[in-house]
């Protein structure tokens, strides 16, 4: 059985190209996680997710357990049939979708109870049960069960938060630990890192998760409505202290400046429904900034979306299809998002080239006109 | 430069199998074509369409002519390119739609004045104009413009409606024959047979087509709420006049039982919204009947749509991803549209072969448990 291995290609300054090895697949690193979230990359079929270059997906453990059920799900086969993407997937472990979706919860050392957002069903998580669930979907990376406090909040509750995340951390690895070998073989268990903004609750928590010691790190609790400065501060803060040898996931970052600036910083992975979310809402992310394709100026022009990109949307499609009113609304629904995911794993394509190839800077100037980018760094 | 041609292969009673030679592939008869309404068959790629097994699209002259207009489709470079999709298409001459969809129709023998039904715009159809819009998609298919009457009506109505449509059916013939050599190679133009249900009419009209010469005979005027007796006497009626060695289509049909029906009296084409339409609101076609997958029984089936069917839909997915409420509601939509269009081909290619190795009257009571089907023929 191939083992799950993070193999280190090159760095240029901070930031690194790889390739996360897996039983089912190699994941390039810097990745993109398009996010399938009840187990469909909304309106998209698996085929032209993979076609987008798409190495691995995200699945919901929160959406999941509620419907159809992970008991559901593992009796079907596995996430992986269920979805037909034989390929690697990473899943959260609801944590953050208990804070974001679901009314009533109350918070205890053993866990969380909730409300179902669908039906107001009694529900509860702790980091035993999103673990259990997570082996059930058959998820190659399980993401420990961790708080994420709402913000603004003071040092001191965030430090009382992350503490509580820190032990859930210790009580996910040993849950883990707990599947039968033929079940854990390949799987990983990455930890996530908690601390808000504060540079020394960020180191706390690294170092909390070290002496554990997960598979991979990520960090949790930015990109929830904090200044990209803020967020490019706190990576600063917190992914020096993260092992050099294993990967590191930034939880919920999509937007094309945001991953540039985190992969400057060293991150690996990212995660986030944007891409797939505006690009059925006829948004695109080009390198020339984003693109609202239902605007009249789109509708007799013949460019595809990313002059030179070869994904899918832009290889088979015009601009037009995706505006005439009508006629684009199915297409673009398809298009875009195609045009999206495209478009993010085509940057992380050159992203890689530029890193492998020591260019990364001159690679960040041309593609964001990244002065200021560059000066921040 | 390839013409346009039609082989027949194989009859068996009044069914026939054959294949349309076209310079942009050829069309496996009997024939099922799926509807790109507006330039797309909705929420599908055509990749997707294709894999099903289509050989050839619908597209609506009605409704590429108001949104995004047939000039506009032509500047950037016709409608297969537009939309992707480089085998044949059919388009039909908007004589449907005028009389469904607009409001304020005012008909001279000129031809028909009325409102787009999307703002009230003031637009114009004649034979000339309808042909003329269909060179502009670059059609491989034209059909005439005709007078779709509103049913129920008198044989004195049908009888001045159809004469109408005749003389269209003239000028569209000559308006087809003013396309440049160029753009008319390997087209084709149908005439439609109207006349509702009376026999002498269809007669009438049928000779008066034939008079004027076409490249194939379509069957206008059924499927619009007779009874499926009814549609199957005008049959009777119509075909045994239409020439023999060119292809008939059945305009608007597209429900399993009604497209065999039709193929046991001599229909080789068949064209219907309704596959992808239910399709998207979860309904499914089997040989077993129509399914509603949002049915909680479907919860836990892994069974595919259809025992044996090897269409994409059925390959890849079970019958559970298809009904867990969200979960099922995207990929509802791309797969038991996929469904549909895969089961329809597929229940085509088995007819095909029943008609080949004369075994139709066999398949169809195996098919359809089709004794009295089959006493009616």
């Given at each position: 059985m191939k083992e799950f291995r993070f193999e280190l290609l090159a760095s240029d300054g901070?930031?690194?190209?790889?390739?996360?090895?897996?039983?089912?697949?190699?994941?390039?690193?810097?990745?993109?996680?398009?996010?399938?979230?009840?187990?469909?990359?909304?309106?998209?079929?698996?085929?032209?997710?993979r076609e987008t270059g798409a190495d691995i997906l995200l699945g919901n453990t929160y959406h999941l357990m509620l419907r159809p059920g992970a008991e559901r799900v593992a009796r079907l086969g596995g996430l992986h049939k269920f979805m037909d993407w034989p390929r690697p997937i990473l899943t959260d472990s609801g944590g953050f979708q208990v804070m974001s979706l679901s009314a009533l919860r109350k918070i205890s050392e053993e866990g969380v109870k909730f409300q179902s957002h669908i039906d107001g069903h009694a529900e509860f998580l702790s980091p035993e049960r999103a673990m259990q669930i997570q082996r059930l979907l058959g998820s190659d990376i399980q993401m420990v069960f961790d708080e994420c406090p709402a913000l603004p909040a003071t040092h001191a509750q965030i430090e009382k938060s992350m503490s509580l995340s820190m032990r859930w951390a210790g009580r996910s690895k040993i849950a883990f630990g707990e599947q039968?070998?033929?079940?854990?073989?390949?799987?990983?268990?990455?930890?996530?890192?908690?601390?808000?903004?504060?540079a020394d609750l960020r180191l706390r928590s690294a170092e909390a998760l070290k002496e554990i010691g997960f598979d991979g790190y990520a960090v949790g609790g930015l990109a929830v409505g904090e200044a990209q400065g803020a967020m490019f501060e706190t990576l600063e803060a917190t992914v020096p202290h993260?092992?050099?040898?294993?990967?590191?996931?930034?939880m919920g970052v999509g937007k094309p400046d945001d991953i540039v600036g985190a992969v400057l910083r060293g991150i690996d992975m990212f995660d986030c429904v944007l891409p797939t979310r505006s690009g059925r809402n006829g948004q695109a992310f080009t390198a020339q900034g984003a693109l609202n394709l239902k605007n009249a100026r789109f509708a007799d022009d013949e460019a595809p979306l990313e002059a030179g990109c070869g994904c899918p949307a832009c290889r088979q499609f015009s601009g037009p299809i995706c505006?005439?009113?009508?006629?684009?609304?199915?297409?673009?629904?398809?298009?875009?998002?195609?045009?999206?995911?495209?478009?993010?794993?085509?940057?992380?394509?050159?992203?890689?080239?530029?890193?492998?190839?020591?260019?990364l800077t001159d690679w960040v100037k041309d593609r964001l006109g990244g002065a200021q980018e560059m000066e921040d760094v």
């Open positions: 901070a930031a690194r190209t790889g390739v996360i090895h897996t039983p089912r697949g190699d994941i390039r690193t810097p990745a993109f996680m398009p996010v399938g979230t009840a187990a469909t990359v909304k309106a998209m079929l698996p085929q032209s997710v039968s070998d033929e079940e854990r073989a390949g799987r990983a268990c990455f930890g996530i890192v908690q601390g808000g903004t504060f993260l092992p050099h040898t294993q990967p590191r996931y930034l505006t005439c009113g009508e006629i684009g609304r199915n297409h673009r629904r398809n298009v875009t998002e195609l045009a999206q995911l495209g478009l993010l794993p085509a940057a992380h394509g050159d992203l890689r080239q530029a890193i492998a190839q020591s260019r």
